[in-house]
């Protein structure tokens, strides 16, 4: 069965700094990966989404994901955090299969 | 910016008792979705509608549950007997004219099952 791992529970990060959150999914013949956010008491948002071309993807609020297929990977990284960051974020795999999320928390 | 809206925020329920669940997908879309997301815990996928029919399944959509757009707008789920293990959060989500659009997301239904 197609899975979707989140090596990371939690992060804890410090405001300015830089985060990568690990995405790991179980291979297929077709690819599609996708990174969602969600805020306390809100639905999912769209950050990103690979579905084919460039490996490096770039979305929204300065986030961007790299696919790596070798290493059945598409973390997600940005530069530098802002308090506004801090949030559940989900990595899923076709729409379907959805990792088991992983808590930015970002730091004054 | 269209959205996808959803109704109750919240529902309660006693458990045993039928709950709809009502959603309003964005007004061009043609696939359909409902997750749900157990507090703390991943969300999950239930169903994919399309062309008026299922078009996917998970393990969980079992035969207490049940799917309908019953006019041009809505789309609704039914659990027809409710189990304090369905206590969640319900989301809808759409997307456009194929399996691989963007997927939008409700701010979803909390089901409390008592």
């Known amino acids: 069965a197609q899975s979707v791992t989140q090596l990371d529970s939690q992060v804890p990060v410090f405001e300015e700094a830089p985060v990568e959150l690990r995405c790991n999914y179980s291979?297929?013949?077709?690819?599609?990966l996708f990174w969602y956010v969600q805020y306390p008491n809100q639905g999912l948002q769209l950050l990103l989404k690979y579905l084919s071309g460039s490996t490096l993807v770039k979305g929204i609020n300065g986030f961007e994901a790299e696919f790596n297929k070798s290493q059945t990977s598409f973390h997600l990284r940005k530069p530098s955090v802002h308090i506004s960051d801090t949030a559940e974020y989900f990595c899923a795999h076709y729409k379907y299969i959805f990792g088991t999320g992983t808590r930015l928390k970002v730091l004054a | 910016e269209p959205e996808v809206t959803q109704t109750p925020s919240h529902q309660v329920t006693q458990m045993g008792q039928e709950v709809i669940l009502r959603c309003v997908p964005i007004s061009n879309h043609l696939y359909f979705y409902w997750y749900r997301q157990i507090l703390g815990q991943k969300v999950e996928f239930l169903v994919s509608f399309y062309n008026n029919e299922i078009s996917e399944k998970s393990e969980i959509f079992d035969d207490q549950f049940s799917v309908e757009r019953p006019d041009g707008s809505n789309f609704t789920l039914k659990i027809r007997s409710t189990k304090l293990e369905d206590s969640a959060m319900y989301f809808c989500?759409?997307?456009?004219?194929?399996?691989?659009?963007?997927?939008?997301f409700g701010p979803g239904t909390r089901l409390t099952v008592l």
């Open positions: 989500a759409s997307s456009g004219t194929s399996g691989r659009d963007t997927q939008y």
């Open positions: 291979s297929s013949v077709s690819v599609y």
